[in-house]
Each structure stands twice: as C-alpha cells, then as structure tokens.
C-alpha cells in the first residue's frame, strides 16, 4: 500500500484550493503541486482531487481501465469509500480511459429539488492546454477562454453540450493531465 497525502490537512487544503480555483475560471489550467507520484494508471492530479475530496460518505466509480485492485483498495484504506459499480450513483467517478468512457447522460445529473447532488466527473487527458482549442463561455469566464483537452472523443464534447441543456441539473467536469486540472462545470457553453 502506498502513502497518501504527505501532509493530509495541508495537502488537502491545497489541492481543495487548486479545484476551486479550476471550478471558479473555467478553462484554465491549474497545477496542483504534488509530492507524491500517482498510482498507475491514475494521473497524479487525479488521484490527488480524489484524496482530498472523497471520503465515507461519497460513493466512487472507476471505468474499466481505473480499477486495478490496488487502486481500489488505496482509495478504499484512504478516503474510506465506497466503490460502486453503477454510474449513476456515484458522487465522483474516475475516468482514467476517456476513449472508452460511458455517456456522460449515464451519471446523477441531480434532481430538480437538489441539483447539488449531482455527480463530479474526473476525466484523464493526454493533455490540457489553455488559450487554444475549443471556445468556452459561461459564469466565471470574463469574456472567453479556450482549452485543448488531448485524447477526449467527440461525443464526450456533444455530451457535454447536453449537459448544459439541463441546468440547473448537470454533472460537474473535472479534466487531468499529468499533474493539472481545468474544469467544465455544467453552466460551461462549450463551442468547436
């Protein structure tokens, strides 16, 4: 079993503040600094937002290529989840092969009473790079932002599209590279 955090409360704090700084702009590209290597085939920035936001109480779900047993039980000994075999009721899901990834129509999008209660989507990219690729708008996004996201299929931007058709429902999106994040929240218009 490998470590966790270094440091659980600082670390955990660093990281909330790295996705909060992602979900607040849209597009942009944060860096989460990390000591710790990832746990294969997780990126580093993936396995770090799950260790700093999931816990006993948020069902998880892992793609085919995600879950490895020892990545399950190295969420399961250090956040305390669940592991859960049905999309649609995970609070965070991890898609570590995004080629193969389910419709994003298949997660909790919320009800109309709680949208709130929707799920996170962690989405692995080859790559992110801000200022090119697709044009998004939307709250928190000044004027424009772009974003190329390597290795997404066309229908994950088509399903994205849709999601933003049922707000205030919608999935949250949260794409890693390497050690960055940048996030789609469901009020993110994404055209290109």
Do not use: K
Request: contains cysteine.
């Amino acid at each position: 079993m490998q470590p966790g955090l270094v440091d659980p409360v600082l670390d955990s704090q660093r990281i909330f503040r790295g996705v909060l700084d992602a979900m607040s702009h849209p597009g942009r590209v944060v860096t989460l600094g990390l000591a710790r290597p990832a746990l294969a085939p997780l990126h580093p920035a993936t396995l770090a937002i799950c260790l700093a936001l999931v816990d006993f109480e948020t069902p998880v779900w892992l793609d085919a290529a995600g879950r490895a047993a020892d990545v399950m039980a190295h969420l399961r000994f250090h956040c305390g989840c669940r592991i859960v075999d049905d999309p649609a009721r995970a609070r965070f899901a991890v898609v570590a092969d995004a080629t193969r990834m389910p419709d994003l129509d298949r997660f909790d999008a919320g009800t109309g009473e709680y949208p709130d209660r929707s799920a996170t989507v962690i989405v692995q990219t080859r790559a992110l790079a801000a200022g090119a690729g697709r044009r998004l708008t939307g709250p928190g996004i000044e004027a424009e932002e772009r974003l190329e996201a390597d290795g997404l299929p066309v229908r994950f931007w088509e399903g994205l599209r849709a999601n933003r058709d049922r707000f205030p429902r919608g999935i949250d999106v949260l794409l890693t590279a390497g050690a960055s994040v940048a996030a789609l929240p469901r009020t993110t218009r994404v055209e290109g």
